[in-house]
């Protein structure tokens, strides 16, 4: 069964920081592209990242640049989202998803069920 598994997320002041994990079993992440997508209260999926198979190719959304990174470890199966310097706008549900680098909402393969972030004072 192929299966992504988010972890990670929690309750942080805004200016802190986390790092999500996204661990894959039943397949090898090593051919997919990975993306970070996140679903804020009441609003649609919105991709935010985007790391190519290889790990040499990653794209962010303007809001992350500069506070987000995105890597991977594909021999350990694993991507992973560090969120430095977290805003109130951050909040929202966290989810991974192999596909292609496209990384769009329609277009990945398989999916996480997410990690919950909150950014709060």
């Known amino acids: 069964q192929l299966q992504l598994v988010e972890s990670g997320g929690g309750s942080v002041q805004p200016g802190g920081s986390l790092r999500l994990s996204c661990s894959a079993s039943?397949?090898?992440?090593?051919?997919?592209?990975v993306g970070w997508f996140r679903q804020a209260p009441g609003k649609r999926r919105n991709g935010i990242s985007c790391i190519s198979s290889s790990g040499y190719t990653t794209n962010y959304v303007d809001s992350v640049k500069g506070r987000f990174t995105v890597s991977r470890d594909n021999a350990k199966n694993m991507v992973y989202l560090q969120m430095d310097d977290l805003k109130l706008e951050d909040t929202g549900v966290y989810y991974c998803a192999a596909g292609d680098m496209r990384c769009l909402v329609t277009g990945m393969d398989v999916w996480g069920k997410g990690t919950p972030v909150t950014v709060s004072s």
């Open positions: 039943g397949f090898s992440l090593d051919t997919y592209a």
